[in-house]
């Protein structure tokens, strides 16, 4: 199986900026992906960011410029998100994903548990 562990969420003010980080762990042949969604209260789970294992990236929409999706040069499996600039209505739930192909040749989507994100005055 793969394990994902999220950390760096918490309470930041209007304009300020955190950094998500999410490693993958577990029976993992190959990793193809990995990304991060969000649900606000009330809302669905929408995109943030995704990059591929070939480094190209993918955002939701209007948040290229402000949010940053990197991986960790000597280790894939491990993925970041800069947020800078943050506005209220980015307050979430962010979650951690991974696109990955098992040791078991198993290919599949795994999730996070989530990390909370609030940006509140």
């Known amino acids: 199986q793969v394990q994902l562990v999220e950390s760096g969420g918490g309470l930041v003010q209007p304009g300020g900026s955190l950094r998500l980080s999410c490693a993958a762990s577990?029976?993992?042949?190959?990793?193809?992906?990995m990304g991060w969604y969000r649900q606000a209260p009330g809302k669905q789970r929408e995109l943030v960011a995704v990059?591929?294992?070939?480094?190209?990236?993918?955002y939701g929409a209007s948040l290229k410029g402000r949010f940053t999706i990197s991986t960790r040069d000597n280790a894939k499996n491990t993925a970041y998100l800069q947020m800078n600039s943050l506005k209220p209505e980015d307050t979430a739930v962010y979650y951690c994903?991974?696109?990955?192909?098992?040791?078991?040749?198993?290919?599949?989507?795994?999730w996070g548990q989530g990390t909370q994100v609030t940006v509140s005055s």
């Open positions: 577990g029976s993992i042949f190959s990793i193809h992906a």
């Open positions: 994903t991974v696109d990955a192909t098992t040791a078991s040749y198993t290919r599949g989507a795994y």
């Open positions: 990059i591929a294992s070939g480094g190209v990236t993918n």
